[in-house]
T-cell receptor
Framework: EDQVTQSPEALRLQEGESSSLNCSYTVSGLRGLFWYRQDPGKGPEFLFTLYSAGEEKEKERLKATLTKKESFLHITAPKPEDSATYLCAVQASYGGATNKLIFGTGTLLAVQP | NAGVTQTPKFRILKIGQSMTLQCTQDMNHNYMYWYRQDPGMGLKLIYYSVGAGITDKGEVPNGYNVSRSTTEDFPLRLELAAPSQTSVYFC????????????FGQGTRLTVV
């Protein structure tokens, strides 16, 4: 069964304390892996798309990497404004016109000053 | 640039009532989606559309209906509301279904009592 698992469920960091969030997946025919940020009471906001193992994307203090079985979102020297829920989603191809987007349950990140 | 706009932001329904959640996008995207988000669960796809006049079921379509008469609008209809439909609903759109990011609205928080 296609599945996306994110860990940890919650993470508390001190400002400046770097860490990583994990997204492991089992899907057939990966078309893309997406990272989103979601603030309380808001819709998810797109961060990155990764397409193939070995690919990396960076944006400010965030860096996303992809292997054949998992993706990491590395947060370097985080600031309190990085506090949010980070969602991972995988898009799989089933050989037809329909492609399914599967979301993980997210990691709630809190960065304390 | 408004992006994806959802109305209303909040709504309380009584069991058995019906309502329509509105969604409009101004990015000329062909693909539109409705998701629900429950605490501790990932976003679940309810319905999606690949263009005006074309809709299809997602993972959790029971109790909902959609229509797509224009590129811009994708309303979600709840018939005979049940407590199990208490959730946060997100509308999203994308340029294409596979491999490109989706843009989300701000969400509608629905409570069925």
């Amino acid at each position: 069964e296609d599945q996306v698992t994110q860990s940890p469920e919650a993470l508390r960091l001190q400002e400046g304390e770097s860490s990583s969030l994990n997204c492991s997946y089992t899907v057939s025919g990966l078309r893309g892996l997406f990272w989103y940020r979601q603030d309380p009471g808001k819709g998810p906001e797109f961060l990155f798309t990764l397409y193939s193992a070995g690919e990396e994307k960076e944006k400010e203090r965030l860096k996303a990497t992809l292997t054949k079985k998992e993706s990491f979102l590395h947060i370097t020297a985080p600031k309190p404004e990085d506090s949010a829920t980070y969602l991972c989603a995988v898009q799989a191809s089933y050989g037809g016109a329909t492609n399914k987007l599967i979301f993980g349950t997210g990691t709630l990140l809190a960065v304390q000053p | 640039n408004a992006g994806v706009t959802q109305t209303p932001k909040f709504r309380i329904l009584k069991i058995g009532q019906s309502m329509t959640l509105q969604c409009t996008q101004d990015m000329n995207h062909n693909y539109m989606y409705w998701y629900r988000q429950d605490p501790g669960m990932g976003l679940k796809l309810i319905y999606y559309s690949v263009g005006a006049g074309i809709t299809d079921k997602g993972e959790v379509p029971n109790g909902y209906n959609v229509s797509r008469s224009t590129t811009e609008d994708f309303p979600l209809r709840l018939e005979l509301a049940a407590p199990s439909q208490t959730s946060v609903y997100f509308c999203a759109s994308s340029y294409s279904y596979g491999g490109t990011e989706a843009f989300f609205g701000q969400g509608t928080r629905l409570t069925v009592v």
